[in-house]
């Protein structure tokens, strides 16, 4: 069986509810997840069928995608889950589905093998945020938030049709 590592945007475009294929992301991405509740019966059946794994990628491939975001400059830009992901596609040399582009520049960066949503045909579904968990506020472009200075987490916000 031929699996691909999906990211939270894959999942979240739902990727693994509209395709035969098998996958694989860690549990970090997992939990991120979890609150898509109204695929949480998909979910499940997924593993049970074996079509979606849920592993973990070793120490050391950690370490090689985090000195990859710094040479690319994006490491204050990805996120652990991000980098558990990209280490995941490194450690079992496959194709990594993203719409990340932080995300799908330290992949090229290790030549690891990446498609978008729009090459696997999905139209994106949202729109990207950056917010302070600490405050609260969102913000656009800037990576710390300006009241207290946390660094800003991304969300993916669903547009509404
Ligand atoms: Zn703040």
């Given at each position: 069986m031929v699996f691909r590592v999906l990211d939270a945007t894959a999942f979240y475009a739902g990727i693994p509810f509209a395709s035969n294929d098998s996958f694989m992301t860690t549990s970090m991405v997992y939990e991120e997840i979890q609150h898509i509740k109204t695929k949480q019966g998909v979910l499940e059946m997924l593993q049970q069928t074996n079509r979606l794994q849920i592993r973990d990628p070793s120490e050391e491939n950690i370490i090689i995608v985090t000195d990859a975001s710094i040479k690319t400059g994006d490491n204050s830009t990805i996120s652990k889950q991000d980098v558990s992901i990209i280490a995941l596609a490194l450690e079992n040399d496959i194709e990594l589905i993203t719409d990340d582009f932080a995300v799908t520049n330290v992949a090229k960066q290790l030549k690891i093998k990446t498609s978008s949503l729009m090459t696997e045909g999905?139209?994106?579904v949202g729109k990207w945020i950056r917010y302070c968990s600490a405050c609260g506020k969102e913000f656009s472009k800037?990576?710390?938030?300006?009241?207290?200075g946390s660094k800003l987490n991304r969300k993916l916000i669903k547009k509404s049709i």
């Amino acid at each position: 069986m031929v699996f691909r590592v999906l990211d939270a945007t894959a999942f979240y475009a739902g990727i693994p509810f509209a395709s035969n294929d098998s996958f694989m992301t860690t549990s970090m991405v997992y939990e991120e997840i979890q609150h898509i509740k109204t695929k949480q019966g998909v979910l499940e059946m997924l593993q049970q069928t074996n079509r979606l794994q849920i592993r973990d990628p070793s120490e050391e491939n950690i370490i090689i995608v985090t000195d990859a975001s710094i040479k690319t400059g994006d490491n204050s830009t990805i996120s652990k889950q991000d980098v558990s992901i990209i280490a995941l596609a490194l450690e079992n040399d496959i194709e990594l589905i993203t719409d990340d582009f932080a995300v799908t520049n330290v992949a090229k960066q290790l030549k690891i093998k990446t498609s978008s949503l729009m090459t696997e045909g999905i139209r994106t579904v949202g729109k990207w945020i950056r917010y302070c968990s600490a405050c609260g506020k969102e913000f656009s472009k800037q990576k710390e938030c300006p009241i207290c200075g946390s660094k800003l987490n991304r969300k993916l916000i669903k547009k509404s049709i």
